[in-house]
């Protein structure tokens, strides 16, 4: 039977035509529901305008991505969704999606017309391994002075990787990296004697253009990065962003369900969790080695980070305790500490031995609640703070980081939960996380160039 489809990066609802006539149901993060009307909300909970796609057998594919895309919030609500246009960076286009209808019916665990079914596993779950045609390069533009290449990684969802100022790609195919070129003739082979420092972050689609986010803007991370280098407060370094998975979003950066936070979520209360060991294995077994492989940055954890915002910064803490040792430092951001009755703050992280990467910028707005939701709920927004601060007084304790130096943490008065205090905190994090890039790079660089069983 054809279906109504309707997507924006959050959420899917599939409406049988046939039920034209019911009432309205809204979907809730990684639900899916057989109904009819398309009602739908961002992460912030601004309600979303849809472009639905009907007519569509069970066996087609979806239209582009792209014909999805919400525009920017503007006078205090998100404007419909545009005519696709000629984009002036297609670098960062949204990717196409080649999903047919029935694999989103089983992923959303909505097989038989079941409405209401909860989502248990997603279509990036569902993909155990990497697709065919993984780790090709699917298009490549200048941004910010280096090098943007938009390289598939999993059906739908791709890696977002910006080389510095003076780098470009090239000779890309599937059983060939690519080479990195500077005009002074860099190339991979130099990197071993000059690594990069690499910073991998969670919600890659958000990172480097305000098109493809959901807010209407982005972290702006490429000219974060570049102003750095080109001041000389940190050598070159690459930043790898990885696609955040749509609905299943949570259910991969959390370890179980998120939950209400005490009434104060209800938004939130049947989004999935518990996808995040598997989605860390992916990162650290494919796509580690790869851009280790591809970009000539180093597997050394001191020049290595990871990082996220909000549920992508839970993710990044469970990088730490799950894999211990392979990251040297950690960004996060707005972690929302208050998931699954902050049972991870209680228990997990209390009994984690360690170690604990050496440095973590830890940051937290005043007004994360209130400054994107209403009713305002200042007791809310100042128990985030409070956890905050549990959080760092717990890595001073039991991390053997000490605020100032391996820990760094930042409460900015009026910051809200969007891109854009995280956009504006990124210069400090960036440099706080990398003042000891330059030193470890030319120690690693100098052990490289003595060889085997020499000293430097």
């Known amino acids: 039977m054809p279906h109504l489809i309707a997507f924006n990066g959050n959420q899917c609802t599939i409406h049988k035509r046939a039920a034209m006539a019911t009432a309205p149901v809204t979907t ?53 969704l545009e ?16 999903t047919s209808l029935a694999s989103i019916l089983i992923a959303g665990g909505v097989a038989g017309g079941r409405p209401g079914t909860r989502a248990r596993t997603g279509i990036i779950a569902a993909a155990a391994a990497p697709a065919a045609g993984a780790f090709d390069l699917s298009r490549s533009s200048p941004l910010s002075g280096g090098q943007l290449d938009v390289v598939q990684w999993r059906e739908g969802r791709m890696l977002r990787i910006w ?29 071993a004697r000059e690594p990069y420092p690499v910073l991998y972050l969670n919600d890659g689609q958000n990172l480097y253009g305000d098109m493809p986010t959901l807010s209407g803007q982005s972290w702006h991370a490429a000219e974060a990065a570049a102003g750095l280098i080109a001041g000389g407060a940190l ?18 950066y959390l370890p179980y369900p998120p939950g209400n936070a005490g009434g104060f979520r209800l938004d939130a209360d049947k989004w999935p969790g518990g996808g995040v060991d598997a989605y860390l294995r992916s990162v650290v077994d494919e796509i580690l080695p790869y851009t280790e492989r591809a970009y000539g940055v ?41 998931f699954g009755e902050e049972r991870m703050l209680r228990e997990e992280m209390p009994a984690f031995p360690g170690p604990w990467p050496a440095r973590m910028f830890l940051a937290m707005g005043t007004q994360e609640y209130s400054g994107i939701r209403t009713p305002k709920q ?38 809200t939960h969007t891109e854009a205090a995280w956009a504006g905190r990124l210069p400090r994090a960036l440099g706080f996380l990398g003042r000891h890039w330059r030193a470890v790079a030319a120690a690693a660089a100098g052990a490289g160039a003595a060889g085997p069983g020499q000293s430097a």
Do not use: K
């Open 28 to 80: 809730s993060w990684g639900s899916f529901h057989s109904g009819n009307v398309i009602q739908s909300h961002n992460r912030q909970g601004f309600p979303l305008l849809n472009r639905g796609y009907a007519g569509a057998p069970e066996s087609a594919p979806l239209p582009r991505c792209a014909a999805f895309r919400p525009q920017s919030r503007r006078n205090g609500r998100f404007r419909g």
């Open 83 to 98: 005519s696709e246009a000629p984009n002036p960076n297609p670098a960062l286009a949204a990717p196409p999606c080649h």
């Open 163 to 191: 080389t510095p100022p003076g780098t470009h790609t090239h000779t890309h195919t599937p059983t060939q990296p690519p080479t990195l070129v500077t005009a002074a003739g860099y190339n991979r082979a130099d990197a």
């Open 235 to 252: 050598p070159p370094f690459v930043v790898v962003g990885i696609d955040h998975a749509g609905a299943m979003r949570s259910y991969d």
């Open 298 to 338: 180093l597997s050394e954890p001191s020049l290595r980070c990871f990082g996220g915002s909000s549920f992508g910064g839970i993710c990044a803490l469970c990088a730490a305790t799950r894999h211990p040792g392979v990251f040297g430092g950690l960004l996060v951001e707005s972690p929302s500490l208050w």
């Open 378 to 415: 200042p007791t809310f927004d100042s128990h985030l703070v409070a956890l905050t601060h549990r959080l760092a007084a717990l890595l001073e304790s039991r991390g053997g980081l000490r605020r100032g130096e391996g820990l760094e943490v930042e409460v900015e008065e009026g910051a």
